[in-house]
């Protein structure tokens, strides 16, 4: 079990579900719901949220998300999945969504990423949900893209959630580290055996880490190949 939430703080989550294939491969997005809803996470990032065939299909049903989680989808141009490029983006009722983009970021594989302006009690956040790719130089021309597009945007406190697929954590993720503090709460790939810091989080200077983990259970063991990595997240 994780801990209480951190006062005067935010919980974000990133988890990639895999499409909510599990590692008995045993396609369940009833356990990835259970799983999420148990994290009372103010902000859950989820990456490969949907199928990979066009039209890309929800991994989870668009119909129960809500009710079984407990959080509300940021909307997507996507009438069929909670999904942008993979990505999705939950937050708690409460929550504000004062903006959304969707950004088709460069590479050799088709990539994007979800940036959802909100307001979580009277306090704002700037999420953005990325899955990068599986080679560094596409990696670095996302990241790139992703920067350029915060450069533009009016000034808010900005964190950035995923599978950054960057396996070292000394090289790599050079840009973001000029702009973010990066942070790898745990080993979260594979979930039998966790070995690899994939699924990352950066903060910028506005914010900064109560505490912060991995879930490592025996049910986010089988859920997916990826364990779902969270932080408690304070307002400087």
Same mark, same amino acid.
């Given at each position: 079990? &994780?801990?209480? /939430?951190?006062?005067? %703080? *935010?919980?974000?989550?990133? #988890?990639?579900?895999?499409?909510?294939?599990?590692? =008995?491969?045993?396609?369940?997005?009833?356990?990835?719901?259970?799983? &999420?809803?148990?994290?009372?996470?103010?902000?859950?990032?989820?990456?490969?949220?949907? $199928?990979?065939?066009?039209?890309?299909?929800?991994?989870?049903?668009? =119909?129960?998300?809500?009710?079984?989680?407990?959080?509300?989808?940021?909307?997507?141009?996507?009438?069929?999945?909670?999904?942008?490029?993979?990505?999705? /983006?939950?937050? $708690?009722?409460?929550?504000? &969504?004062?903006?959304?983009?969707? @950004?088709?970021?460069?590479?050799?594989?088709?990539?994007?990423?979800?940036?959802?302006? @909100?307001?979580?009690? %009277?306090?704002?956040?700037?999420? &953005?949900? %990325?899955?990068?790719?599986?080679?560094?130089?596409?990696?670095?021309?996302?990241?790139?893209?992703?920067?350029?597009?915060?450069?533009? !945007?009016?000034? !808010?406190?900005?964190?950035?959630?995923? =599978?950054?697929?960057?396996?070292?954590?000394? /090289?790599?993720?050079?840009? *973001?580290?000029?702009?973010?503090?990066?942070?790898?709460?745990?080993?979260? #790939?594979?979930?039998?055996?966790?070995?690899?810091? @994939?699924?990352?989080?950066?903060?910028?200077?506005? @914010? #900064?880490?109560?505490?912060?983990?991995?879930?490592?259970?025996?049910?986010?063991?089988?859920?997916?190949?990826?364990?779902?990595?969270?932080? =408690?997240?304070?307002?400087?």
């Amino acid at each position: 079990m &994780i801990p209480a /939430v951190a006062p005067q %703080s *935010l919980r974000i989550v990133s #988890y990639n579900i895999r499409k909510a294939m599990g590692t =008995d491969r045993r396609r369940d997005p009833e356990r990835i719901m259970r799983i &999420i809803r148990s994290l009372h996470a103010d902000v859950v990032v989820l990456q490969e949220a949907d $199928r990979r065939r066009a039209p890309r299909p929800s991994a989870l049903p668009l =119909d129960r998300v809500e009710k079984a989680t407990g959080m509300r989808p940021v909307p997507t141009p996507s009438d069929v999945s909670i999904g942008w490029h993979g990505n999705a /983006v939950l937050v $708690r009722p409460s929550a504000k &969504i004062d903006r959304v983009a969707h @950004l088709t970021l460069p590479g050799v594989e088709p990539r994007g990423a979800m940036v959802a302006d @909100l307001n979580i009690g %009277s306090r704002q956040l700037r999420v &953005i949900a %990325s899955h990068l790719g599986l080679l560094r130089p596409s990696r670095k021309e996302q990241l790139s893209a992703m920067i350029a597009h915060l450069d533009a !945007c009016a000034a !808010c406190p900005t964190l950035i959630a995923g =599978d950054l697929n960057e396996w070292s954590q000394k /090289v790599g993720l050079g840009r *973001l580290a000029k702009r973010f503090t990066i942070h790898a709460p745990g080993k979260s #790939y594979h979930a039998r055996m966790p070995v690899a810091f @994939l699924d990352r989080m950066a903060l910028d200077q506005h @914010l #900064y880490v109560r505490q912060g983990g991995v879930v490592e259970t025996s049910q986010t063991r089988r859920a997916s190949d990826h364990l779902p990595i969270w932080l =408690d997240v304070a307002h400087r």
